[in-house]
């Protein structure tokens, strides 16, 4: 394997380094994968927006960096960056293509490794059919630690759960939207539509997303349930935009729609990028994610310095 970076000379006052990237993408979220097991590139959230533009570098939704284990018990770090550059708490189609990594460039032999985000540990696995298992522990509801600021709000109760109203602003006036709050590891605001084909994810997914209430900003959902068992999911993604594919996104989801009395516990989740399946057995159990993690290129790059 290629060394993970290298110097390049200097051209002008703009000299390079040139580094191994491994492109990955699950279900159509795609990823700029490096290796950094022997050593950090201190890339600056510049050189991470560099990589994932579709133009210049070599595009991806998020960067994920691979780094040894930060203490006992762990078998990895795993650090994500979005592609505007700033770094995320958990990415879990990242989390997937992570594991499809760690095995093929065999740093690993193990088929199931415990590995630490920014947000606490994450187990995921290699199953025999080729898609990979993640779990993704368990979901967080209280407010300050989504976190959430519903001061002034009254929640509106459904099932065995609750929504909250958000005022939003739009070029055509205000609107309200009825959205369930959580966190999978990192913020989520679902509501359910009649049809994600036709839902203002563009309009409003930037509103959500940079929401006054959401001190961190946060994931914006829009779910259309088919049947107890399988939903459609569009996610406006904190700092990426749309994506083809949310790995929590699909986990928030799914949690709410158990807790709102509209799903079942094991839930086909159709994106634009393929199906996800999740799993959820209730109150403090961990949420599992299934679904497919591919290599579709190697190679380098040449990334500038840049502040």
């Not at 595009?59 to 650090?79: H, M, N």
């Not at 309009?203 to 961190?216: A, S, V």
């Not at 904190?238 to 928030?252: N, Q």
């Amino acid at each position: 394997m290629s060394p993970p970076v290298a110097r390049g000379d200097a051209r002008g006052d703009n000299p390079r380094m040139r580094i191994r990237f491994t492109k990955m993408q699950g279900a159509g979220n795609d990823f700029v994968v490096l290796d950094e097991t022997r050593g950090t590139l201190g890339l600056s959230a510049a050189q991470y927006r560099f990589l994932a533009d579709r133009h210049f570098g070599v595009g991806a939704d998020q960067i994920l960096s691979v780094r040894p284990s930060p203490g006992e018990g762990i078998d990895f770090q795993y650090v994500i960056h979005n592609s505007d550059g700033g770094e995320v708490e958990q990415c879990g189609n990242g989390a997937r293509c992570f594991m499809r990594f760690v095995s093929e460039h065999h740093l690993t032999e193990k088929r199931q490794v415990r590995v630490q985000t920014l947000s606490g540990v994450i187990e995921p696995r290699m199953g025999a059919d080729g898609r990979v298992t993640v779990d993704m522990g368990a979901p967080i509801f209280e407010p300050a630690r989504v976190p959430f600021d519903p001061a002034g709000l009254d929640p509106l109760p459904e099932g065995a759960w609750h929504k909250w109203h958000l005022a939003l602003g739009t070029q055509a006036g205000s609107a309200i939207v009825s959205v369930a709050v959580l966190s999978m590891g990192n913020p989520h605001a679902v509501q359910v539509v009649d049809d994600v084909d036709t839902a203002p994810v563009a309009e409003q997914g930037p509103q959500i997303e940079h929401h006054p209430r959401f001190p961190q900003r946060v994931n914006a959902g829009f779910m259309q349930v088919l049947d107890r068992s399988s939903i459609r999911l569009r996610v406006f993604e904190r700092g990426a935009g749309e994506t083809l594919a949310c790995g929590t996104g699909a986990c928030a989801a799914v949690v709410a729609g158990v807790r709102l009395g509209l799903l079942e516990r094991r839930v086909d989740v159709q994106t634009h990028g393929g199906v996800l399946t999740i799993e959820w057995q209730g109150e403090g159990q961990p949420v599992l994610m299934t679904g497919p993690a591919v290599t579709v290129f190697e190679g380098d790059i040449e990334v500038p310095e840049l502040p």
